[in-house]
């Protein structure tokens, strides 16, 4: 048996808001089509994605749903296909059930299906704010509730058979990328029946094993959604079980995200920064490790396509929150500003503006 188990595809994102905001549908539909043409080449028997198929789950754009509807559509002509809900999934996708596409099945709720050479237990996301009031515990109740669906899916495991697991949730030890909403309850490895020949799962961005008895791994997703993301290895797994299960990566071509940072933004570091930027073609973050300037970030959003954020990280920023502020004088301000901007002519630039302020308070105590 072979299966495709891909996740976290986040259709209908659009990164950088705030900034510079860049659509992403386009690039999530090339690297989709790329992997409907794996599962094609590879003449797989099943279709796993483990949640978070749309990044909105209230009101997504329909160009998304489009591009969603196109990739499912393809999937579900090669082999069957099982999308399983994850906490970003719009609940309408429900309705693709009166449709009754062939091979095309939507998960929102815990249940196992046995096929013909397989049987598959699915463990969609489930809201932890449905049990407020119920509880007084929510998230400990969860994660006893979650704890009895597997121990439900341990009795329905068929030794004769491939048994596969498919969970969008979040295990005990793992962190989330910057993108990801947060799922507030975690899983213990141990909650993981050892009867599974594999367990498929979603909501992490970054491809890794996480489980070694069974064998689980978390996909990752087919692109990085942002700069945190940057190192993270990305792309899809290809599972074949027989007498043991073999994992094989699959890597997606997608855009580079890549921050440079300098200590200031210097004319040199500046020219330093362009002559990097001419040989990079994917999305880049700026960060000087100095005092902020919107001039700066201006300057840079504008003139270079391939610059989406630019920020400022200083001393106050990476240090407790709890630490007192310090108060400085305006001279002070000013004299930390020219150090970071005109460190060889500090002295001469600092003395003029005492002079100034100097002149300034002997013309008030000359008009009082």
């Known amino acids: 048996m072979k299966i495709l188990h891909t996740s976290d595809w986040h259709v209908g994102l659009q990164s ?12 999530i539909k090339r690297v989709l089509h790329f992997l409907v043409d794996v599962a094609e080449k590879e003449r797989v028997d099943l279709v796993l ?6 990044h909105s789950r209230i009101n997504p754009r329909i160009e998304a749903l489009n591009v969603l509807s196109e ?17 970003h999934d719009w609940q309408g996708l429900n309705c693709w059930r009166n449709f009754q596409l062939k091979n095309l099945h939507i998960i929102d709720k815990p249940t196992t299906i046995e096929l013909e050479d397989v ?36 009795a329905r495991i068929i030794p004769s058979k491939a048994n596969v697991l498919v969970a969008h949730t979040m295990l005990e030890g793992c962190f989330e990328s910057e993108r990801e909403n947060a799922i507030l309850y975690d899983l213990k490895p141990s909650s993981f029946p050892t009867g599974f ?3 498929a799962l979603g909501h992490l961005h970054n491809q890794m094993q996480v489980l070694q008895q069974p064998i689980g791994w978390y996909c990752g997703s087919p692109i990085a959604l942002d700069f945190g993301e940057e190192k993270d290895v990305k792309g899809a797994l290809l599972i074949e079980i027989s007498q043991r299960t073999i994992v094989k990566p699959v890597r997606t071509p997608h855009v580079a995200l890549r921050t440079f940072e300098y200590e200031d933004y210097s004319l040199l570091n500046l020219n330093r920064l362009e002559s990097e930027l001419e040989n990079f073609s994917g999305y ?3 960060l000087f490790r100095c005092v902020p300037s919107n001039e700066v970030r201006k300057h840079l959003l504008e003139r270079y396509e391939s610059v989406v954020k630019v920020e400022f990280e200083t001393d106050w920023q990476q240090e407790s929150v709890d630490r007192p502020v310090e108060k400085k004088s305006l001279i002070e301000m ?13 002295e001469e630039m600092v003395k003029m503006v005492e002079q ?7 013309s008030e105590t000359t008009q009082d």
């Open 284 to 286: 880049a973050r700026v």
């Open 71 to 87: 990739v499912m559509t393809r999937f579900a002509a090669i082999a069957p296909t099982f999308l399983v809900f994850g906490n």
């Open 334 to 346: 000013y004299r930390d500003y020219v150090r970071q901007r005109y460190p060889d002519f500090e």
């Open 197 to 199: 020949d594999y367990v």
């Open 49 to 54: 994605i483990a949640g978070d198929a749309m």
């Open 16 to 27: 950088w808001v705030g900034s510079k905001a860049v659509d992403r549908l386009e690039e």
């Open 119 to 154: 049987v598959l237990s699915f463990l969609p996301y489930s809201d932890y704010q449905r049990l407020l009031g119920v509880t007084k515990d929510p998230i400990s109740a969860m994660r006893e509730l979650l704890d009895s669906y597997l121990n439900d899916f341990r």
């Open 356 to 362: 100034l302020l100097r002149e300034v308070e002997q």
